[in-house]
T-cell receptor, first 111, second 113 residues
Framework: QKEVEQNSGPLSVPEGAIASLNCTYS??????FFWYRQYSGKSPELIMS????GDKEDGRFTAQLNKASQYVSLLIRDSQPSDSATYLC???????????FGSGTRLQVQP | DTEVTQTPKHLVMGMTNKKSLKCEQH?????MYWYKQKAKKPPELMFV???????INESVPSRFSPECPNSSLLNLHLHALQPEDSALYLC????????????FGPGTRLLVL
């Protein structure tokens, strides 16, 4: 069983809409979670980190963590075509000090 | 400043060549990482250095040899690679603290002929 799971998509939303990206994780991984954005051919870029239950907002991005249900989500408000990318959810295995990535969700924002 | 630099950006090598990838960070981070990413797949961890010591080797073949000369530099020495080793090689660093936000460099795109 994979430790971090994401729907591969593509998730298609119209410009200006809210994009909702979801990720589930297993018990083995740590309680630190990260969302990275990766454009085609580029390296992952950190969008958000979240460590505690609840919401964390940064500009148009909101990360949500629910430890009881073992899921992490990322909301992107007022989606722009420039947000079109693959979004990688990652969990930190504290013991190994290593990130475990989900397979990524491809987001397409339609103009 | 959250910059991690990697050189070269692109590398083409034959199966008998020896080459090295270089990674550098000046953020005072004490942990550095090598990841390998194939097309349409997530990054896969290869090696972790913590305080200049190798702490994790994810059963990587010996044709990949990491080196951490100092806390700012990380090298990956390549020898006798196979075509299936063609990928994007990513370096990352983190403070070494408990919550470990990792910052990635731009990567080296490697093609093995």
């Amino acid at each position: 069983q994979k430790e971090v799971e994401q729907n591969s998509g593509p998730l298609s939303v119209p410009e200006g809409a809210i994009a909702s990206l979801n990720c589930t994780y297993s018990d083995r991984v740590s309680q630190s979670f990260f969302w990275y954005r990766q454009y085609s051919g580029k390296s992952p870029e950190l969008i958000m980190s979240i460590y505690s239950n609840g919401d964390k907002e940064d500009g148009r991005f909101t990360a949500q963590l629910n430890k009881a249900s073992q899921y992490v989500s990322l909301l992107i408000r007022d989606s722009q075509p420039s947000d079109s990318a693959t979004y990688l959810c990652a969990a930190l295995d504290t013991g190994r000090r290593a990130l475990t990535f989900g397979s990524g969700t491809r987001l397409q924002v339609q103009p | 400043d959250t910059e991690v630099t990697q050189t070269p950006k692109h590398l083409v090598m034959g199966m008998t060549n020896k080459k090295s990838l270089k990674c550098e960070q000046h953020m005072g981070h004490r942990a550095m990482y090598w990841y390998k990413q194939k097309a349409k797949k997530p990054p896969e961890l290869m090696f972790v250095y913590s305080y200049e010591k190798l702490s994790i080797n994810e059963s990587v073949p010996s044709r990949f040899s990491p080196e951490c000369p100092n806390s700012s530099l990380l090298n990956l020495h390549l020898h006798a690679l196979q075509p299936e080793d063609s990928a994007l090689y990513l370096c990352a660093s983190s403070q070494g603290a408990s919550q470990e936000t990792q910052y990635f460099g731009p990567g080296t795109r490697l093609l093995v002929l």
